[in-house]
Structures are given as C-alpha cells and as structure tokens.
C-alpha cells in the first residue's frame, strides 16, 4: 500500500518539467530489472503502489550512544525507509524502497585519490576498521521543507580523512556515488547527471558533527537509505547526505556538486539549513516534520548552530547558499 501522507512538496514540483520521468513511465523503465520483477511491479501496464518498509537485517554489536544526540521523538523505521530521496532508484519517495531491494552492497570498496597521502582502493571493512559505532540521533532537513529525526548509527568522517593522510593542498573533500546503470534503473533518466557527487569544505568534513554512516535503528543500513555508506551532514540541507559512497577525493578547488550542477540559482555549495535564506521558489522558514500535521519553524543551522556557526564567520551567508 502507497502511504499517504501530509502535503508535501511533491518531486515533480522542484524538477524541470522537462526531465521529470513521471511514475508510470519510470516503472516501465524499470520494469525490465530484476528488482521490479522481484517487487511484483513488472505486470505489464498495470502497476502497483508497494512502497513496503525495508526488511529487518543485521543487527551493529557494540554501538555506543552519542552526547551529540538529540532527544526529540524518533521517526519510525518505516517512515525512515519508505519516505526516501535516491534518484538512482527513481524520482518518488517510495521508489527507492520498491527498486533497491536487491542492490549489491557485498563487496564494497571505496576508491581514496587526490591530494592524500594513501591514495588506492580500500574495501568496507578497511573503512571500518578501528572504529567505535556510535549512535547519533539527528535531525534531517530537506531542501523541500520535510524534516525527520533519525537514529543513524556511524563514526566521525574525519577518522576517515586522517587514514587517508590528506595532504596541505587538499582544501575540500568530494564524494561519488555508485554509477551502475544494471542496478540503478534511475540511472537510465537524465533527471540528473550521473554520478551524483558531493563536497564539503576542509573544516566541515572534519568537524566532529560530520559523520559516515553506515546503520539505522541498531541495524545495518537498509539500501534505500545509501548502503552501505553515506554521508550525514546535520546541519545542511538533505541533498549534502551523499548515499552509497565508492569514492573519495581529496581537492583544491570547491567541487561542483550535483544540485548545484542542476540548478546553481536554487542549490549551492554549502546548502547550510537557514530559515532566512529563502529558495527562490519557496520559503525555507518553516518545515513538516514527517508524520506531524502541522508545519514547524526551521531552526538555523537546522539547530546545530552552537556547534557550527563560527565555520562560518565573516562569510555571507545569502551568497553562500
Ligand atoms: N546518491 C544520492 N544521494 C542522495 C540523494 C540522491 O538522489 N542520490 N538524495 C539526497 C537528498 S535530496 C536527501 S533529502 C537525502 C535523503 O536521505 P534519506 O533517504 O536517508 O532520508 O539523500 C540525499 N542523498
Ligand atoms: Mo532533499
């Protein structure tokens, strides 16, 4: 069953027209996939909402619960893996939770190149290796004014960094995601350009706020969400929450990222939530919180302004949006 849920702004309203692959031909597109088939979604014309919460999986050993958590109620497992941004697997909200089902996370390896030290392949569990899982609850706001809180499980991206011995050029960190057409039927529509690719400055990805992601709710990370490795970024904007990372680019110059590509007047480089900040068609003053009815205040720096703010400092924050 399709869940229905609160107005929201719609995918189809924030893309150009033009490219925006509606439902029913995605499903056609995809339709030929093993995934569709598997999700019962390949009957001919006739389609089927099936948006169904991800499976229960593996459960994280030894996750330790994290002082940067936030006590605010929890969004439910379901909503957090039905209501999903992930154009790789399709424009709607439960398309990823209908069309990553089968997506291949075993093996995993992340390419490290650029401005560093340790530069060459490094499988999942080289990434891991070391590492304390944490459990941080944060908040999660969208640029298209929907929010969440959610119980990632994870470890500071800047353990990460250090592994990799960046060097004194290196002034800013991009990411790519996977790019396999045979798995990502979103792939197929030029609704974007494939990869999808992040960055943040130096100094934001270092910050201990800035975590790689890796499970949810004591479990490992269902697909629809980035298995099995992505990004959280508390304080921007949804779309700087990079899903299943393959590589990792150590750079000088400020990457161009995949929103800002799309649409530079809409979506820039440092996407820091700002309720001030309007998006040039939208308020960004206000916010629903899934599964609340009525629309909330957006906090700056969607409430982690205490401990981000002076990254900031003496920069102006209209133009840097
Ligand atoms: N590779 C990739 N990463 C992505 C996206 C995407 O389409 N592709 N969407 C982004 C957007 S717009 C949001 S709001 C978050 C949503 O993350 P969630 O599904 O875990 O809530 O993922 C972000 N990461
Ligand atoms: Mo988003």
Request: proline share 6%.
């Amino acid at each position: 069953m399709l869940i229905k849920r609160a107005p929201d702004i719609r995918s189809s309203d924030i893309t150009d027209p033009k490219l925006y692959l509606n439902r029913r031909e995605f499903i056609r597109a995809a339709s030929g996939t093993a995934a569709a088939v598997a999700t019962g979604l390949a009957l001919g014309d006739a389609w089927v909402e099936a948006a169904t919460p991800a499976a229960h999986g593996r459960k994280l050993e030894g996750v330790k619960k994290s002082p940067f958590s936030t006590d605010e109620k929890q969004n439910k497992w379901e909503e957090i893996t039905t209501y999903n941004n992930y154009y790789e697997f399709g424009v709607d909200k439960d398309s990823p939770s209908m069309l990553a089902r089968n997506f291949k996370t075993e093996p995993w390896t992340v390419t490290v190149d650029g401005e560093c030290a340790k530069k060459g392949a490094m499988n999942l569990e080289d990434v891991l290796k070391g590492e304390t899982l944490e459990e941080r609850v944060y908040r999660h706001r969208c640029v298209e004014r929907w929010s969440m809180v959610i119980p990632w499980i994870g470890f500071p991206l800047a353990n990460f960094i250090k592994k990799c011995e960046p060097t004194a050029k290196a002034k800013y960190i991009e990411f790519q995601t996977l790019n396999d057409a045979k798995q990502m039927p979103g792939l197929r529509s030029p609704v974007l350009r494939w990869p999808y690719v992040e960055g943040l400055r130096m100094d934001e990805a270092m910050h201990p706020l800035t975590i790689l992601v890796v499970g949810l709710y004591g479990e490992v990370l269902p697909n629809q969400d980035g298995a099995p490795l992505r990004l959280a970024v508390p304080w921007k904007y949804g779309f700087k929450h990079i899903k299943s990372i393959v590589r990792v680019k150590f750079v000088e110059k400020q990457p161009l990222n995949t929103w800002q590509d799309q649409a530079s007047n809409e979506y820039g480089f440092y996407a820091n939530v700002n309720p001030t900040v309007d998006h040039p068609r939208w308020s960004q003053a206000t916010e629903r919180r899934i599964g609340e009815f009525l629309m909330r205040k957006t906090l700056m720096f969607n409430g982690y302004g205490d401990q981000v703010a002076s990254l900031y400092t003496g920069m102006d924050l209209r133009k840097n949006y």
